[in-house]
């Protein structure tokens, strides 16, 4: 086992990281941006080192000097967390050659199912569904309107390097598709440095749902069930549970050995997801993999009692699984809400700030995965989620009322946030049914807001 890791990240995560460590006797390393000195991620470390200015390319995305902090604190492993270099390929080469263990699968699978045009060829050779598409890249306006045609409107023109949503357009109509390719495109060109496009169908109105997966380095891989995330705003999840309230036991046992295949398929190392689309009629289509820890991985954790950041660790420090599939039981449901610094009614914008006041709500089946304290300036460099409630409950009915609850008692000031906006979700009717799926918010447009 390691005696010291490094993490490379910010805010809530690094601070999960950092407990999960703690609790297994390795120290830890915080890095931390010039703006971010008085985070609690790096009180709460054994050792911070100051890695570059605010803007994140300076500081959380600059590999040399990650590396840099990692040599010299002595640490033997990096956890990068999710985001910034998390799927970063390169990344994950350099820590192999300065023989420094990255915490995530090899570089070569993060490189393959990072880029989601090469990700849908393996699945396609795999014989694991896949949403009807293009096979490989589009490159130019002339190529896609011909891939389209075929495909049949409406379609997604989808940047192969995408993530949070980020260069994606609908596009349900001919005429619309010239603008919608190059503005995708150029998004995908700045966010990504990557602006490869490919053009797949879009399915109306389909369910979100994933599944975890652990793999070690023996060969050995599991699943731990789904979880729906298809509560959405531009394609950035808003509120996740599991299980998913439509779920049947037939359709988890083949969605289940269809996300194992998947993962086999790039001998899959470490702790990732396969994500799906599910149409009315319960067929599914994998959409992509995520190569590493997700931002809604507690809500995983709460109705299988695994710790999924100490297994990732356990893996990178070369032991066996020891879980088997017969060992993942589902005990209750489990809800998250992402709790962002941001004004719904302004059209979800930034609300950086210094928090005036707190009140965390409490009591059995809470838990909150969170960064912020009283008086911390809440920076306006970096995502905006603060904080994420999760609770468990014996069935879906108790864990809605216990979010409802939770969202009642959990007070931010000196900064807006979306607590009020999760509430009227829980409160939706539909929403409680459990009848929702990814169009849920624009749907519900005149509730919500």
């Given amino acids: 086992m390691f005696n010291k890791i490094l993490i490379a990240n910010r805010g809530e995560i690094a601070v999960r990281v950092i407990r999960a460590c703690r609790e297994m006797g390795i120290q830890t390393v915080a890095v931390y941006s010039d703006i971010d000195k008085n985070a609690l991620h790096v009180q709460l470390a054994d050792e911070a080192v100051c890695i570059g200015p605010a803007k994140a390319s300076g500081s959380y995305l600059n590999m040399e000097n990650i590396i840099s902090a990692t040599v010299l604190t002595g640490a033997e492993a990096i956890h990068p967390g999710f985001g910034f270099l998390s799927e970063n390929s390169k990344f994950a080469q350099m820590c192999k050659e300065c023989n420094i263990t990255f915490i995530g699968p090899d570089f070569e699978t993060i490189e393959k199912m990072g880029n989601k045009s090469k ?20 490159d130019t306006v002339q190529e896609a309107l011909q891939e389209a045609d075929e495909i049949g409107y409406p379609v997604m023109v989808k940047a192969s390097a995408g993530g949070g949503g980020r260069g994606i357009r609908i596009v349900r109509a001919k005429d619309e598709l010239k603008t919608a390719f190059e503005t995708a495109k150029a998004e995908a060109k700045g966010a990504f440095g990557d602006d490869t496009m490919y053009i797949e169908k879009f399915i109306e ?4 749902i994933e599944f975890q997966i652990l793999g070690d380095n023996y060969g050995n891989i599991i699943h731990l069930n789904e979880r729906d995330c298809s509560i959405q705003r531009r394609n950035q999840k808003v509120l996740e549970e599991a299980p998913c309230p439509i779920m049947n036991e037939e359709l988890r046992i083949k969605m289940g050995e269809t996300a ?40 995983t954790e709460m109705i299988t009692g695994v710790d999924l950041v100490k297994e990732q660790i356990k893996i990178a420090a070369d032991e066996k699984l020891e879980l088997s599939q017969e060992d993942i039981k589902i005990e209750g449901h489990s809800i998250e809400c992402r709790v962002n610094a941001e004004n719904p009614a302004k059209g979800f914008m930034p609300s950086p700030g210094k928090i005036t006041m707190v009140h965390l709500p409490g009591g059995n089946g809470i838990r909150i995965d969170s960064a912020i304290y009283q008086e911390y300036k809440l920076p306006p460099t970096y995502d905006s989620m603060v904080a994420k409630l999760i609770v468990h409950g014996k069935n879906r009915a108790e864990a809605v009322e216990k979010m409802k609850r939770a969202l009642e008692e959990f007070v931010i000031e000196g900064i807006d946030t979306n607590i009020d906006f999760q509430l009227k979700v829980l409160q939706n009717g539909t929403f409680q049914e459990g009848s929702y799926d990814t169009a849920f918010i624009q749907s519900n447009e005149n509730t919500l807001f």
């Fill in 205 to 208: 109105k389909p369910r979100h």
């Fill in 119 to 138: 990700a849908r060829e393996i699945m396609m050779e795999s014989k694991v569904p896949v949403i009807p598409g293009t096979e490989g890249s589009v």
């Fill in 260 to 299: 194992v295949k998947a993962a086999k398929a790039v001998n899959y190392k470490g702790a990732g997801t396969i994500e799906f689309l599910v149409d009315n009629k319960f067929n599914f289509y994998f959409m992509e993999m995520n190569t590493r820890i997700q931002v809604e991985h507690p809500i």
